[in-house]
């Protein structure tokens, strides 16, 4: 196939254009050349896709089977992208998110639930941050009506993660001792790797597949004492890992998902948090590979050095619990214990 790639030099990107390259697909990447290099054997088009001159240069002439969309936030400038490739491309696919249904996390959704009111034209003051996903999904399937694959993804993790929740509990266990763990380790919780998705994705464009996918781990196919003992294995170090109650940490000031990433506190507003269901895409070919080979894969890389390492950030907030207030909290969990 010959596809375009808006984006494709970070993190999930990156795993498409890695994997497109290896199935011997013609890839071109259009971004503004600061996240990352292009792959080596990729074309790079350099322009910003807030430019419609630019988008207008890039399609001059040119068309592709397929464009994956990957760096989409906000529905204006969606839809100026699918203005401008209207004609050029065969299928637009589109990766969202789960942030697109208005059930989520309170109910366990599947591709049927209905989405966050926001319109194909909207910005980002006329709606809450986590409905834009769902216009710009509209804006895609008003541009290719019947000619849209939209990629709804869970939590994803694997090798060359820039938002550092999985990197960020590997380089904690790896430092050794003892280190808080939220709730109980046998929490169930739904995660998929990058390379899944990119597998995936390939997959239905090169069968010509269009509609929606929820795509995320199996469910009850992992839990967060698994993951954490994976991350025990791949770093290899002396390390204690200690379960501490849910309501003890945020009493404590400890903020779940940002300060500790990948902790859902249980409770009725979460109760679909790590219970969407993929069992669409499981039947149209989705695979996912076990969450230990996804914890030493993304360890490799974070010590090889074959990914960047930026700052951890969730938009605008730091990832992970600083050091002082870990240890302040653990002693404060010994003192509990000792005096219980």
Known sequence: MKILLIGGTVFLGRALVDEALRRGHEVTLFNRG???PTPSGAEAVQGDREDEAALRALARGRTWDCVIDTCGFEPRTVRRSVRALAGHVETYAFVSSFHAYADWPARAVDESFPRHACASDASPDDVPYNALKAGCERAVEEGFPGRALIVNPGI?????ENVGRLPWWLETIARGGRVLAPGSPDRAIQLIDARDI???TLDRLAEGGTGRYL??????????????????DATGPETELVWADERFL???GVAPWTEVPLWVPEGPEAVGAWAASSAKALAAGLRCRPIAETVADTWRALGDGGHPRPKYLQGKTPVGLDTDKHDAVLAAWDDRGSRA
């Open 250 to 252: 945020q009493d404590h």
């Open 34 to 36: 600061q996240a990352g």
């Open 215 to 232: 795509t995320t781990g199996v469910r009850e196919s992992a839990t967060m004492g698994e993951l954490l003992r994976a991350c025990v």
């Open 156 to 160: 994803i993790v694997g090798p060359g």
């Open 198 to 200: 990119a597998d995936f």
